[in-house]
């Protein structure tokens, strides 16, 4: 089954502790994603990838790390995670857009809640 | 001011009804996505649109380049579509920087 596995999908931790949310897809996109969900601001992207050791900041990368050494993964590093880091967060994939042609379907993973004390 | 904006923010409408929501943007975009929310948090992608109009069973979605604009049209509509409907554009020839407008929130009542 084609599909995007996040962990942990809840985690609750304090300022300061270094936590990895890891991100895993089986389709073989060159393209993986980070965004966050606020109420009220609804999805930013964090940072992108356009295939291995290829990234990119979004547009609210501070406090966050990324790393892209095989194609199925792109972990998202924390390592000193403040409370206004709280928020659900989410990993997608998808082709390059070379590849995909005219529909380049996203996929999600299933969502991070995370709560930084 | 947002990039993207969508209208209306909160739709409420009675099943059957013929549903719009509206997407207007401001920035150069090599594709605009529609993406719905599940009430449990998931996030499917609908449609990704560079230029004319696609449709996929009940769902319709169109987009005018010049204007800048988009609109995801739901025919017959049903309780299972309820949802958070977000729209989003592609910033950059095939560098998948998206940015995303508020979602628009869909119920709909039997």
């Known amino acids: 089954e084609a599909q995007v596995t996040q962990n942990p999908r809840y985690l609750i931790t304090v300022t300061g502790k270094k936590l990895t949310v890891t991100c895993s897809q089986n389709m073989n996109h060159e393209y993986m994603s980070w965004y966050r969900q606020d109420p009220g601001l609804g999805l930013r992207q964090i940072y992108y990838s356009m295939n291995v050791e290829v990234t990119d900041k979004g547009d609210v990368p501070e406090g966050y790390k990324v790393s892209r050494k095989e194609k199925r993964n792109f972990p998202l590093i924390l390592e000193s995670p403040s409370p206004n880091q709280t928020s659900l967060y989410f990993c997608?994939?998808?082709?390059?857009?070379?590849?995909?042609?005219?529909?380049?379907?996203?996929?999600f993973g299933p969502g991070t809640r995370l709560t930084v004390l | 001011k947002n990039e993207v904006e969508q209208s209306p923010q909160n739709l409420t409408a009675q099943e059957g009804e013929f549903i719009t929501i509206n997407c207007s943007y401001s920035?150069?975009?090599?594709?605009l996505h529609w993406l719905q929310q599940h009430p449990g948090g998931g996030i499917v992608s609908l449609f990704m649109l560079s230029s004319g109009k696609k449709k996929h069973g009940r769902l319709i979605a169109t987009i005018n380049i010049q204007e800048k604009h988009s609109s995801l049209h739901i025919t017959a509509s049903h309780p299972r579509d309820s949802a958070v409907y977000i729209c989003a554009v592609e910033k950059g020839q095939g560098a998948q920087k998206l940015v995303f407008g508020q979602g628009t929130r869909l119920t709909i009542n039997p």
């Open positions: 920035v150069g975009i090599s594709a």
């Open positions: 997608a994939s998808s082709l390059s857009s070379l590849l995909a042609g005219d529909y380049n379907e996203q996929f």
